[in-house]
């Protein structure tokens, strides 16, 4: 499906929509007054290969320590743009810290946290001419937990008069979407250039998600942010974050993107950018490392020969893609196929550019080899690893080198 045109906004050195790759985000869970350790997560997830990583600055310590963080970052070489995310005093923030208002690249609004009746308007407003005078993009965050009460209640007072009033769910996603536009509006009347505003709808529920971002994108060219919020913890967080946003992107929706797990105990923060990735490549949309194609097993294949060497495989490429980026360019398009039996594997591994089909249980002890189609060998014995290891590597040199 063709990609929907938006408008791009610069976010720091990153281009944001407008036919642009789509961008990998994450955010960090320290408290961003503690210096030292927010400037390690930061680096750990841009390393990972978020390419804007968002903070929380939530109270004075937090704000005082953004222009530390910055100066910290750059000392290491890390020069990922950093976002500063407000809820409730952020106009006070920024204009108690100038300091930090410049140095962070984007700004977070919520709409639905700003404030009640006239101080929604006069906090949204400093919020806004801040931006506005340091040339700073903005993204307006919009949450179903956070939602501005005064439009869901309008819209709860106007869908009780309709002949055949709407679900919950469906009036919720409208005071979502209303509230997302009239904020981007108000922004714009406000002097905020259109080519600062970046939109999300984030909410814990896959369908309505969904067609809240549908809606959006329909009524407007701003770049949108994607994501399904709270999206919780193993297997479900994987399964529902996938889906919602695969569905979106594979209808060309969406110009950035975050997967909000919740790590487990001790768990490594920057999974969620591996997430992200990994949906990008598997829609086809990004390359960001080496591809390992290999079978689930049956019964053919008693042996755990292939799946250990498509493990043996995939920590090699993951290992090497650093050293890869800069000496082989083009590495991260690499197809690896690891097979089990001769069932698919010939199959697979001609049309991976290099892969090789193991024998099954009961077959000869001998595994082809396929480079770019054509069968190049046969590997046998119990070398059959680290010598199909050595033929991948000499693919990569010859290949990109």
């Known amino acids: 499906m063709p990609k929907r045109k ?11 929509g407008g036919g642009n790759p789509i961008v990998v985000q994450s955010m960090t869970d320290t ?12 680096k750990l997830l841009a390393d990972a290969g978020s390419e804007l990583v968002r903070v929380t600055v939530n109270d004075d310590g937090a704000a005082k320590a953004v222009p530390e963080i910055r100066k910290r970052l750059n000392d290491l070489g890390c020069n990922v743009p950093i976002i500063g995310d407000f809820h409730f005093n952020g106009h006070r923030l920024l204009k108690d ?26 906090n949204f407003r400093t919020f806004i001419e801040i931006a506005k005078e340091l040339n700073k993009p903005v993204r307006i965050g919009v949450n179903a937990g956070s939602l501005d009460p005064d439009v869901l209640i309008k819209k709860m007072d106007a869908n009780s008069k309709r002949p055949n009033p709407l679900s919950g769910d469906e009036v919720e996603r409208e005071a979502l979407v209303e509230s997302a536009m009239a904020s981007a509006e108000a922004a ?31 009524r407007c060219d701003i770049p949108l942010h994607l994501g ?27 110009d950035t993107i975050r997967c909000s797990l919740t790590p487990e105990p001790g768990g490594n923060r920057a999974n969620e950018v591996r997430l992200c990735q990994d949906i990008l490549q598997a829609l086809d949309l990004r390359t960001f490392r080496p591809a390992v194609t290999a079978c689930p ?10 799946r250990e060497l498509a493990q043996d495989i995939q920590t090699h490429l993951d290992r090497k893609m650093p050293e890869w980026k800069s000496a082989y360019p083009g590495a991260a398009s690499l197809r690896v196929a690891v097979m089990g039996c001769v069932v698919n594997g010939p199959g697979e ?6 892969g090789i089909s193991l024998p099954g249980s009961g077959e000869a002890p001998k595994a082809p080899v396929f480079i770019d189609g054509q069968r190049a060998t046969f590997l046998e014995g119990p070398t059959i690893a680290t010598d199909f290891i050595a033929m991948v590597e000499s693919y990569v040199q010859k290949r990109w080198g």
């Open 188 to 218: 714009v009347s406000l002097g905020l250039p259109e080519d600062k505003i970046i939109i999300s709808c984030k909410v814990s529920r896959l369908p309505q998600m969904v067609e809240a971002y549908r809606e959006i994108a329909r």
């Open 97 to 122: 810290y100038p300091e930090t208002a410049k140095t962070l690249a984007k700004f977070r609004i919520n709409p639905g946290n700003v404030g009640r009746g006239p101080r929604h308007d006069d």
């Open 228 to 254: 399904l919020t709270e999206a919780g913890m193993g297997n479900k967080a994987l399964v529902a974050t996938t889906s919602a946003l695969s569905v979106l992107l594979y209808e060309g929706i969406g």
């Open 6 to 16: 938006s408008r791009v906004v610069k976010v720091g050195y990153v281009s944001v």
């Open 297 to 306: 097993g049956c019964g053919r294949t008693t042996s755990t020969l292939f």
């Open 349 to 354: 591994s001609r049309v991976a550019n290099i």
């Open 31 to 42: 408290d961003t007054a503690d210096a030292k350790a927010t400037v390690s997560q930061v």
